[in-house]
């Protein structure tokens, strides 16, 4: 997988090649972009979006979401936390995720 991030943009774009016994050669195309949402960057809005295709280049899976991050610095001594509450565009399913780094 090739990654690049464009720093400035808060951008990202990802090319790269899977391999697996069953679909043998898979090719993976994935970008990601982030738009702030408060000066301090605590929290932001991310739309992200992955395409999937196998060696004939038919297409076999896409993936799209858009969430909004929340970090929480400091929530407790030492302790960080990030709350992410979004949508998969695709599969039509909500999600939410807590995260602290202890």
């Not at 738009?35 to 038919?58: A, G, I, L």
């Not at 896409?62 to 695709?90: N, P």
Request: hydrophobic share 30%.
């Amino acid at each position: 997988m090739m990654r690049h991030l464009y720093s400035d943009l808060s951008t990202s774009l990802g090319v790269g090649l899977r391999y697996d016994k069953r679909d043998k050669v898979r090719y993976t195309l994935r970008g990601k972009k982030s738009f702030r949402v408060t000066n301090n960057d605590s929290m932001n809005f991310v739309v992200k979006e992955r395409y999937d295709v196998d060696q004939e280049f038919k297409g076999r899976k896409s993936e799209g979401a858009a969430e909004f991050t929340c970090k929480i610095l400091d929530f407790q001594r030492d302790q960080d936390v990030r709350l992410k509450v979004g949508y998969e565009v695709f599969e039509k399913v909500s999600y939410l995720q807590i995260r602290e780094n202890n």
